[in-house]
C-alpha cells in the first residue's frame, strides 16, 4: 500500500508540476467566488456592517466545502474522465484492486489539496479581513472531515461506475455537500443536534468552527465522534464502492463509455 | 502447462427487456511461446471473451485460470497477464513513456525501482529510449501502441492479450507492431491476439479460432485451416499466347487454359509433364492455390449462418 501511495504521489506532482495553471486557476476562481458573496453580503448589510465571528467560522465552513468537493469529486471525476480516456481498465487490471489504488490515490491527493486550500483560505482571509485562530489541534477534526469526505468520494464513485454519466448529479451534489459541511449543528440544539452527529462530517466540521473561529479548546470527546463518524462512512464508502466494482463486472460496464 | 484455460465461458447480458447471449460456452487453451489469433465479426463476443479472461466480466459460469489461477478468485492471478485493449489509449497522455511503465509497473505489484530498471529495458528494445522522457500525447499513433505494449509487459506477464494491436496505424508502425509480435513470441510469450485484419493474424499466429454468436466455430492451427480450404489445383501463368497443339495437349494431362492461365488439376507428380508442353515459353508464375485468411474466415461465417 505505501509503494501505492508513493507512486500515486508522484504521479500527481508530475501532472502538478506540468500543469500548474490548473491548480492557480482552481484558487483564483474559488477564492473570487467568495469574495463575491462577501461583497454582495456586505453591500445588503450596509457599509457599517461587522460580521466578525460569523464571517470567521463562514470561512472555515467555506474552505472545508472546497476542501471535501476535491477530497469526494475527485474519485468520481477521476473515474470519468480514465473510462472516457481509455486507462480505467489497466487500473482495475492491477492485482491490487481499484478500491486499494484509488485510496491510495486519494491519500497521495492529500498534500495537494490541502496546500491548495490552504492558499484559498489565506487568499480570503486577507481579502475579507477574516481572522482564524490556526492551533494544530485543529488537524484532527480536519482528519475526520476528511475520512467522510473519502467515504462520500467512494459512494459517488460507485455510482459513477454503474452510471456512468453523473455530471450532473456530482454539480447538484455540491449544495447537498454545502449544506453538509457549512450548517453549524453544533449550534443548535435537540434532534437538529443529534442529526448533525449521523451526517457525514458534520462533526468535524462543527469541531473545525469551534477551534478556528470561536477560539474553543479542543474536546477530545467531540472529536472521538467526529472521528467515529468518518470512519463509518469510509467504511461504507469503500463496502458501497467494492459492491458496484462487483456489479460493474457482472454487467460488463467497465471501458466502452 | 498451459498459461491460458478457458473453459466453457457463458456470458449472457439483459439490457432494456432483451437478452443477449453474448458468449455461449467459449473455451480457450494457449501455451507459452504460441499465438492465438481469436478471430469474428462485429458482435460475436471477442472482446467479452478477453474481457473474462483478463478479469473485467465476471462470466455466468465456465472458468479462467492464467498459469493455474482464477482472475476472479485471485486477484493476484492478474500478475500472469498483460494486456492492451482496443479503443483505449491504455496509458496516461500526461506522462512520459518511462513515467507511464514505473506507474503501471508498481500497479502490477513492482516496486518502483524495478518498474524503473525495467522501464528502460523496454524503451530500449522497443526503440522508445529517445522518446523516454517526451510527453506521451506528443508521440506518434503508433509509438503511443509500441509504449502501451511495453507498458503492458512491465511485470514478465506470461500472457499478453493483444486487442487489435495494429488498428488505426500506418503501414510502417504496423510492421513495426507486427515484428515486436514476432519477436515476443519468439522469447516465449504467449499472446492471445485479436484483429479485425486478417492478414495480420495469418502473418503472426500460430493457431487460429472463429467465434461467431458466442461460440468457437473453427480452431486449428493456422497452416493446418489454410491447408484444409486450399484446393489441390495449381495455376501456371505464361508469357505468350498458346497455339493449338499445346492446347489439345494440355487438356490430354487435364490441364484447362482459362483468360491466360493454366489451371491444372491432376495429380501433383503430372505437374511436370504440363511444365514439359509449355517449354520453351516464359513461365510467370507456377503457385498452388491456397487459400487465404480471409476466404477461410468468410467462409466458415457464412457456412455457419446458413445453417
Known amino acids: 500500500m505505501l509503494r501505492l501511495i508513493a507512486i500515486e504521489f508522484k504521479r500527481g506532482l508530475l501532472m502538478l508540476r506540468r500543469y500548474p495553471l490548473e491548480m492557480l486557476g482552481q484558487l483564483v476562481v474559488i477564492t473570487m467566488i467568495f469574495y463575491g458573496l462577501f461583497l454582495g453580503a456586505r453591500y445588503i448589510a450596509g457599509p457599517a456592517a461587522q460580521f466578525g465571528g460569523r464571517l470567521d467560522a463562514l470561512v472555515v465552513g467555506y474552505v472545508l466545502w472546497t476542501l471535501s468537493l476535491f477530497a469526494i469529486g475527485d474519485l468520481s471525476w477521476g473515474l470519468m474522465e480514465e473510462a472516457r480516456t481509455g486507462t480505467l481498465e489497466q487500473v482495475f487490471l492491477s492485482p491490487f484492486g481499484p478500491a486499494q489504488v484509488y485510496l491510495a490515490r486519494n491519500l497521495a491527493g492529500l498534500l495537494t489539496t490541502v496546500v491548495l486550500n490552504l492558499g484559498i483560505m489565506l487568499l480570503i482571509m486577507r481579502l475579507t479581513g477574516a481572522r482564524l485562530e490556526f492551533t494544530w489541534s485543529a488537524l484532527a477534526p480536519l482528519a475526520a472531515v476528511l475520512l467522510g469526505a473519502y467515504g462520500l468520494g467512494f459512494i459517488l464513485g460507485a455510482l459513477a461506475l454503474l452510471f456512468k454519466r453523473i455530471q450532473s448529479f456530482l454539480n447538484l451534489f455540491q449544495f447537498v455537500l454545502m449544506f453538509l459541511i457549512m450548517t453549524p449543528f453544533e449550534q443548535s440544539q435537540g434532534l437538529l443536534r443529534n442529526l448533525g452527529f449521523l451526517l457525514p462530517m458534520t ?47 457482472q454487467r460488463g460496464l467497465l471501458g466502452g463509455y | 502447462m498451459s498459461v491460458l484455460v478457458a473453459e466453457n465461458l457463458q456470458k449472457t447480458f439483459r439490457s432494456r427487456g432483451k437478452t443477449v447471449h453474448a458468449v455461449a460456452g467459449v473455451g ?172 495480420v493474424a495469418q502473418q503472426l499466429s500460430d493457431r487460429v479460432a472463429i467465434i461467431r454468436e458466442g461460440k468457437i466455430i473453427a480452431e486449428d492451427n493456422t497452416e493446418a485451416l489454410l ?81
Open chain 2, 28 to 199: 480457450l487453451r494457449l501455451d507459452s511461446g504460441e499465438v492465438l489469433a481469436f478471430l469474428g465479426p462485429n458482435g460475436a463476443g471477442k472482446t467479452t471473451t478477453i474481457k473474462m479472461i483478463a478479469g473485467l466480466i465476471r462470466p455466468d459460469s465456465g472458468s479462467v485460470r492464467l498459469d493455474g489461477r482464477d482472475p476472479h478468485r485471485d486477484p493476484w492471478a492478474l500478475r500472469r497477464l498483460g494486456a492492451v485493449l482496443e479503443g483505449n489509449r491504455n496509458v496516461y497522455w500526461r506522462l512520459t513513456p518511462l513515467e507511464n511503465i514505473e506507474y503501471f509497473g508498481v500497479l502490477r505489484g513492482l516496486s518502483a525501482a524495478a518498474a524503473r530498471r525495467r522501464g528502460r529495458e523496454l524503451l530500449e528494445r522497443f526503440d522508445l529510449s529517445e522518446k523516454q522522457n517526451a510527453l506521451t500525447q506528443q508521440l506518434s499513433r503508433g509509438m503511443q501502441q509500441k509504449l502501451a505494449i511495453a507498458v503492458s509487459l512491465v511485470h514478465e506477464p506470461v500472457l499478453l492479450l493483444l486487442d487489435e494491436p495494429t488498428l488505426g496505424l500506418d503501414v510502417e508502425a504496423a510492421e513495426t507492431v507486427k515484428q515486436m509480435v514476432r519477436e515476443l513470441a519468439a522469447a516465449g510469450q504467449a499472446i492471445l491476439l485479436t484483429t479485425h485484419q486478417l492478414d
Open chain 1, 203 to 249: 462533526p468535524g466540521a462543527g469541531q473545525l468552527r469551534d477551534l478556528l473561529a470561536r477560539g474553543q479548546a479542543f474536546d477530545p470527546q467531540l472529536f472521538g465522534l467526529g472521528l467515529l463518524n468518518g470512519l463509518v462512512y469510509l467504511a461504507l464508502g469503500l463496502w458501497i464502492f467494492g459492491r458496484a466494482v462487483g456489479a460493474a463486472k
Open chain 2, 227 to 307: 491447408a484444409r480450404f486450399s484446393g489441390e489445383q495449381y495455376e501456371i501463368e505464361v508469357a505468350a499466347e498458346l497455339d493449338d497443339e499445346r492446347r489439345n495437349r494440355l487438356r490430354q494431362l487435364g490441364a484447362e487454359p482459362l483468360n491466360g492461365r493454366i489451371v491444372y488439376l491432376g495429380p501433383p507428380q503430372n505437374l511436370w509433364q504440363v511444365l514439359e508442353v509449355l517449354r520453351p515459353l516464359p513461365l510467370v508464375r507456377v503457385e498452388k492455390d491456397r487459400a487465404d485468411l480471409t476466404e477461410v474466415f468468410l467462409k466458415l461465417v457464412r457456412e455457419e449462418a446458413d445453417a
